[in-house]
């Protein structure tokens, strides 16, 4: 699952977190696969950064002419449910 923004803040990444909770309400057909959260801008500030990898998430930072992905892979323990 993505979440892209144009000025990346910590309160975007919670509101979001509250939206993957409830992601198989509207996706039952997908109940025990696994969610990867990953958060998407242009530019991402050093706090934002810290806080999703704290948090174990993709990173998918869009460069002039390449995308950079940064943070540790997920585990299957850290999976959302």
């Known amino acids: 699952m993505n979440e892209t923004k144009s000025t990346p803040k910590i309160q975007y990444v919670n509101e979001f977190i509250d939206v993957l909770k409830t992601i198989y309400d ?3 057909e997908h ?3 696994e969610l990867i ?3 998407s801008a242009l530019n ?11 948090n174990k998430w993709y990173l998918k930072i869009l ?5 950079d992905i940064d943070t540790l892979a997920l585990s299957s323990e850290d ?3």
């Open 26 to 28: 509207y996706f039952p």
């Open 63 to 67: 460069k002039e002419k390449r995308i």
């Open 37 to 39: 959260p990953i958060f």
């Open 31 to 33: 109940k025990g696969k």
């Open 44 to 54: 991402i500030p050093e706090d934002v950064k810290k806080y999703l990898t704290k």
């Open 79 to 81: 999976k959302i449910e």
